[in-house]
């Protein structure tokens, strides 16, 4: 079972370094006028995205794992399913807004992006603390 909460860890960090990376390409995609930056930034957008979501898959499958190996119960771990829960709807987020600005459609200002790149931290922390402490913050 610590071979699986290793690669937990592990998955999840992943995950995690994605999810504050995408949205500060985001942040300079929405600063850029020049074209042949937005294409650039469109292709690591995209590839990011990509690349981070078996990591979220293995996450969450090993989280399950976990979940049942060890038999876990209470309120923080019902609380930190809920979170990630919401870190899973900030990556489909992420893909609406990757696609937006594929498309050229984007319509938010790199400031707007800057808020939204503090989301996942406020999520890791609350999960972390959930984790470690096995009770409601």
Request: net charge positive; proline share 3%; aromatic share 18%.
């Amino acid at each position: 079972m610590l071979w699986i909460k290793a690669l937990h860890i592990i998955f999840m960090v992943s995950w995690f370094a994605g999810l504050f990376y995408l949205p500060r390409i985001f942040v300079h995609h929405a600063m850029t006028t020049d074209d042949a930056t937005s294409e650039r930034l469109k292709i690591m957008e995209r590839k990011l995205f990509f690349f981070i979501t078996p990591w979220a898959i293995l996450t969450i499958v090993l989280g399950i794992w976990l979940w049942l190996g060890y038999g876990f119960t209470g309120t923080w771990l019902t609380i930190k399913i809920a979170l990630v829960f919401l870190l899973v709807i900030y990556q489909v987020v992420c893909g609406f807004y990757m696609v937006d600005f594929r498309e050229d459609r984007n319509k938010r200002s790199h400031v707007y992006y800057r808020w939204f790149n503090e989301l996942p931290l406020l999520l890791l922390i609350g999960i972390v603390f959930l984790v470690v402490i096995k009770q409601p913050v």
